[in-house]
């Protein structure tokens, strides 16, 4: 029996009301009714944005789905660095967006200001390529992460979360609500549409390391990985797919060979509509180069990538609500709202529970 | 002429009006949003009653009802089906008691003794005394973020489709699936080897 079979069964007992139980309930609707002007509705009053106790997933549209990781992957490395940054001057562009358009800044106090989008991103192939290949982690061994997020429904809340994948992605640990620490079997599962990171690993060695090729390969891709009969985003325009594409396995710095990350950068600077906007703030609030897409169409939502504007390490994402998102005829979330994520630890550890 | 056999008190509901238009009804005539009530109160009871036991079910309900009404004038018209909606108002207010619900599920997983389930017991032949599978699951589910246990149990306890459970919750049909395929993946992962293929791997790995 699967386990949705057996999550019906649970409580399944529980009986429907019938009109007496639900005698007092449905008076008060009929007071309430009775008392209502006819012809209006009462509360023009805006819903907050989101809904407290109910935490949107951190994986909104999938962008970027799972851990940004350095893995082993040192931070120093840096030798080609300095003469990396002499190359950059970062141009400000006070007036809005490269194009010009309609959408709204990001924050609605502060004018935003954008980088040079090709210079910024040459600079971070750059910076990549200097680092060091990183060593193999044993299938046995752990990925160890540590993040924050901040939900969109206007409270600030930053809810922290720690979590331990086994590379071979055969099994999970974490802490649950109890304090307990608990290790999990995942057993293998064709409907996936994330990978473990030893797949992660693997997928990204076989892709091109030349932008041209690089960018074709991913805008041509239905998703992201091959499990096309799950893809939602037939209609995804190409230029999106790429930038969603690209961004995923930027994610994966853990297992991330440095000439295919510098691929990416260069084949982002090819994508038309992206654009890099300083001084975007991850979750912990860390200030860095806010690397997004700009559609064609219309822009609703805009999702960052934040990363360090040295050393090109992925801090986290922003995603801000350019308009009101409207859902079931209510405002669920209004314009300038954001879901903003922060990494906090990423690591390979030889054992769950390990921070380092 | 045989007499219509409503339910008590009941509003006559024709069946053949679609709940957008009851709604839109309801904006002059307010006393027609009873027919809503007539039609998915009783649903909505029993699945607060899942959640968080008899005693609260009631509250939740009305509570459900009085905010749907007080917000009726905000209700996309083109939605015909209004069991979204009421599900998405009454998760709200179930998920202030969350406390409350993982502390059942806590207890279940632990003890294997269900508290909601013995609310209703004298009303109903229930089994109170859980089953093993029933304790992992009840693990499981003390264990999943709201949101994705929200998008769980809409589909496993309400029967909602992906659709509905984004319209519900109001996020997109892709973050419902990736909710939803994580809360079963954890949820799986708690029934301990009940994929057959994940033992098998298991010993030769």
């Known amino acids: 029996m699967d386990e949705l079979s057996a999550l019906r069964e649970m409580r399944a007992q529980a009986p429907e009301a019938d ?74 562009a006070p007036t809005g967006p490269p194009g010009g358009g309609d959408g709204a800044p990001a924050t609605p106090t502060v004018a935003a200001r954008y980088a040079e989008t090709a210079v910024v991103l040459e600079r971070a192939a750059l910076v990549a390529e200097s680092r060091p290949v990183a060593a193999t982690p044993r299938p046995d061994q752990w990925q160890y992460r540590r993040y924050v997020t901040v939900q969109p429904n206007g409270d600030g809340e930053v809810q922290e979360h720690e979590e331990w994948l086994r590379y071979d992605g055969r099994k999970n640990a974490g802490y649950d609500l109890d304090g307990a620490f608990r290790i999990q079997d995942v057993p293998p599962d064709p409907g996936d549409d994330d990978l473990s990171p030893e797949k992660y690993a693997e997928r990204l060695r076989r892709l091109p390391t030349d932008p041209d090729e690089l960018l074709a390969h991913v805008t041509g891709d239905r998703h992201w990985i091959d499990l096309p009969r799950e893809d939602p985003g037939g209609a995804e325009p190409s230029d999106a797919r790429a930038f969603r594409v690209l961004s995923v396995y930027l994610g994966q710095r853990a297992v991330m060979p440095p000439e295919l990350e510098a691929a990416i950068y260069r084949a982002l600077a090819r994508i038309p509509g992206v654009a890099v906007e300083l001084g975007v703030r991850d979750a912990a609030g860390r200030a860095g180069l806010g690397v997004f897409h700009r559609p064609a169409g219309e822009e609703r939502e805009r999702r960052y990538l934040v990363l360090e504007p040295d050393t090109f390490r992925y801090l986290g994402s922003r995603t801000v609500w350019l308009r009101d998102e409207v859902i079931g005829g209510e405002v669920a979330f209004p314009a300038g709202s954001a879901y903003v994520t922060a990494e906090l630890a990423s690591t390979i550890v030889d054992r769950p529970g390990q921070r380092s | 002429m045989i007499a219509h056999t409503g339910r008590a008190g009941a509003a006559e509901d024709t069946g053949d009006v679609g709940d957008a238009e009851v709604i839109r009804r309801s904006l002059e005539e307010p006393d027609a949003f009873a027919l809503l009530f007539d039609r998915y109160a009783p649903e909505i009871h029993r699945y607060a009653i899942r959640r968080l036991g008899d005693s609260l079910a009631d509250d939740v309900v009305a509570d459900t009802f009085l905010a749907a009404f007080q917000r009726r004038d905000r209700y996309d018209l083109t939605r015909p089906d209004a069991r979204p909606w009421l599900y998405g108002i009454a998760g709200n207010l179930i998920g202030r008691h969350r406390r409350v619900e993982i502390r059942s599920y806590r207890a279940l997983a632990r003890t294997g003794a269900d508290e ?76 301990g080897g009940a994929d057959p293929t994940a033992t098998e791997e298991e010993r030769h790995g």
């Not at chain 1, 009929?30 to 009053?45: D, E, K, L």
């Not at chain 2, 304790?135 to 499981?140: F, R």
């Not at chain 2, 994705?148 to 459970?165: G, M, N, P, Q, S």
């Open chain 1, 19 to 92: 009109a007496d139980r639900l005698g007092p309930a449905r008076e008060r609707l009929m007071a309430a009714a009775r008392t209502a002007p006819a012809g209006t509705a009462s509360g023009r009053r805006r819903l907050r944005p989101g809904r407290p106790g109910f935490p949107r997933s951190g994986d909104r549209g999938r962008i970027v789905p799972a851990g940004m990781n350095r893995g082993r992957i040192a931070l120093a490395g840096m030798a080609g660095l300095a003469a990396a940054l002499a190359l950059v001057a970062v141009q400000v």
């Open chain 2, 116 to 191: 909601v389930a013995e609310s209703y017991a004298d009303r109903v032949d229930a089994r109170v005394s859980a089953s093993a599978v029933q304790k992992d699951l009840a693990g499981a589910l003390a264990g999943l973020s709201a949101g994705d246990r929200e998008v769980l149990l809409l589909v496993a306890w309400a029967d909602l489709t992906y659709d509905e459970v984004a319209e519900a919750v109001g996020i997109p049909v892709g973050t419902v699936r990736s909710r939803l395929h994580r809360a079963r993946r954890k949820t799986r992962a708690a029934l």
